[in-house]
């Protein structure tokens, strides 16, 4: 299938890396968020990264405004029932994800392809609510978009092939490099990734190091561009301690416990830089650990 057109659902950091990099490969994007301050701010927060790049000689000025004039946005869901391709891109919650999809299918054209940027979710269970498992599957980009070369393909156990193929040729176009997972809680990256951030809590929480001498470590010791801390900030806490859930819920082993300080600091709407604080405070000149 030919896609031309993608919808972009939820306008967070992800949804607005996401409908960066498709504006610039050459298709048209249509972004949705349940918030007009979500939209506003993503189409301002491109602008300003799509600006970076002119800066750094990546692409041309022409370029960046014929990507910006490729992005519409809309609080209609419904809008994005035409696209060819549609993302999901929402908070990383089933609940949240299955609503949805299920808001979405009464509009969609038959051949559109769904797909959900999930970190962990399983993709059999949310592509088996929808009326086309078949074309469904996990399109997991990583952050930031515009910078990180790796995108993961996940079919669940109904996709078909020219579904996967079709996303293939999509990650080719987007000059990106494909990596196929299995269809199991966190899939590949974040099967990996998620326990070593987590245990980087564990550490903090026991005081075997303190915020700035785990991060240290892990830059100079391993050789890491962000520390581990750094990055779950990075990420979003909430989307770590919801990745590390479905781990344990999933894989029911009690190494993949989220640490209680991760939960805590969730608890307190910390959240790292969406919110301000984290592992680290924001909102000075520069960031100070917070324990
Ligand atoms: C949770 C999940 O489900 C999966 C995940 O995504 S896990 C998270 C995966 N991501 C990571 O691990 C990121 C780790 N961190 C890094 O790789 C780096 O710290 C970083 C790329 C984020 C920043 O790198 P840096 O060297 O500290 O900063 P900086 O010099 O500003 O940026 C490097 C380059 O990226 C570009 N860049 C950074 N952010 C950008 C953005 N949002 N948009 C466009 N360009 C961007 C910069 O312009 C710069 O470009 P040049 O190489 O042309 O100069
Ligand atoms: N952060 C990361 O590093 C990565 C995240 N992901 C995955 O990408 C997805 C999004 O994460 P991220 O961008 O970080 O999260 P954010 O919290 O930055 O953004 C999520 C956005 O979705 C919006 N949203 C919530 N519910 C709906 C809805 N029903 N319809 C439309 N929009 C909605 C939120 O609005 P509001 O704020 O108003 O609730 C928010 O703007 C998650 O599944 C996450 O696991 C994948 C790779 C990396």
């Known amino acids: 299938m030919d896609i031309k057109s993608v919808g972009v659902i939820g306008a967070g950091q992800m949804g607005n890396g996401i409908a960066h990099v498709f504006a610039?490969?050459?298709?048209?994007?249509?972004?949705?968020?349940?918030?007009?301050d979500a939209l506003d701010q993503a189409m301002a927060l491109i602008r300003r990264n799509l600006e970076r790049q002119v800066s750094r000689e990546k692409i041309s000025?022409?370029?960046?405004?014929?990507?910006?004039?490729?992005?519409?946005?809309?609080?209609?869901?419904?809008?994005?029932?035409?696209?060819?391709?549609?993302?999901?891109?929402?908070?990383?919650r089933e609940t949240v994800k299955s609503a949805i999809f299920e808001d979405l299918q009464p509009h969609l054209k038959p051949e559109t392809i769904l797909t959900s940027n999930t970190s962990s979710i399983s993709i059999t269970r949310l592509a088996s609510r929808t009326d086309r498992p078949e074309r469904f599957m996990g399109f997991h980009f990583m952050n930031p978009v515009p910078v990180m070369q790796l995108v993961e393909l996940i079919r669940g156990i109904a996709t078909d092939e020219a579904t996967y193929k079709t996303l293939l040729g999509v990650v080719e176009k987007l000059g990106k490099t494909a990596a196929s997972a299995e269809d199991?809680?966190?899939?590949?990256?974040?099967?990996?990734?998620?326990?070593?951030?987590?245990?980087?809590?564990?550490?903090?929480?026991?005081?075997?190091?303190?915020?700035?001498?785990?991060?240290?470590?892990?830059?100079l010791g391993?050789?890491?561009?962000?520390?581990?801390?750094?990055?779950?900030?990075?990420?979003?806490?909430?989307?770590?301690?919801a990745i590390m859930?479905?781990?344990?819920?999933?894989?029911?082993?009690?190494?993949?416990?989220?640490?209680?300080?991760?939960?805590?600091?969730?608890?307190?709407?910390?959240?790292?830089?969406?919110?301000?604080?984290?592992?680290?405070?924001?909102?000075?000149?520069?960031?100070?650990?917070?324990?």
């Open 24 to 36: 610039v490969a050459g298709f048209d994007v249509m972004m949705t968020d349940i918030s007009q």
């Open 61 to 92: 000025r022409e370029d960046m405004e014929t990507a910006m004039a490729r992005i519409t946005t809309t609080l209609k869901l419904p809008e994005l029932g035409q696209t060819d391709l549609v993302i999901e891109a929402a908070t990383e």
């Open 184 to 219: 199991f809680p966190a899939f590949i990256v974040n099967r990996i990734l998620m326990p070593m951030i987590n245990e980087a809590v564990y550490t903090l929480y026991e005081g075997v190091g303190s915020v700035r001498s785990i991060d240290e470590s892990m830059k």
């Open 222 to 241: 391993a050789n890491h561009p962000m520390g581990p801390l750094e990055l779950a900030d990075f990420i979003g806490l909430d989307t770590c301690l």
């Open 245 to 291: 859930n479905v781990l344990h819920d999933g894989l029911a082993d009690t190494k993949y416990r989220p640490c209680p300080l991760l939960t805590k600091y969730v608890e307190a709407g910390w959240l790292g830089r969406k919110t301000q604080r984290g592992f680290y405070d924001y909102r000075g000149e520069v960031p100070v650990p917070t324990r």
